[in-house]
């Protein structure tokens, strides 16, 4: 998003909030902007502000060569509420489909493709978990479960082809449960 900030070109925003640390945060315009966007554009409506908020939306944007990109200037991209791994995994996988998109290898179909391939093998092993689990879970406990059994050795193929990079997989599945199409976070 173009910026009217005068040592940046854009802001960029997939995580927003943060929590509040010393005097000079009294004022902050980020809670300000949430509190007027809550209920819209993924700001949660009962928490706005809410630290570790991860906006899906926002990281299949492109930026141009040469610009510069303000992070996180509605939150804090490395609040403890953000576990670490997601946030590893979410920008290499990011990284990784911007590069493959850009040299025109991988197609916006095939990522499609990719994800409901992976949504499909979650649901059959979310089946299969829940059903030989002989105590009463709940849904986030199943769910790292099925993480690192999906996650720990395999690797979905991408347009056909083997990836050899786990974080793709990894990645894209931190992107989905966001989106809330598999859930664990």
Known sequence: MSSKIEWTDE???PITGCTKISAGCYNCYAER?????????????DDPFCPGTIHQDKFDIKFSKGKKIFVCSM????????????IREFVRCSIE????????????????AFEATLQSR???IRKRVIRMSQENRNEEDVGFEIFFETTEDHREKLAGSDTEQVYLTSGTYHRLANMIRVGWH
Not at 37 to 43: A, I, M
Not at 97 to 112: C, F, P, Q, V
Request: glycine share 8%.
């Open 75 to 86: 939150g804090d991209l490395f609040h403890e509420a953000v576990p670490f791994n997601a």
């Open 33 to 45: 902007m949430a509190r007027r966007l809550k209920g819209r554009y993924g700001y949660p409506k």
């Open 11 to 13: 802001t960029w925003n």
């Open 122 to 124: 979650w649901e059959k």
């Open 97 to 112: 489909k911007i590069r493959l998109s850009a040299e025109g290898n991988i197609t916006d179909d095939d990522w499609k």
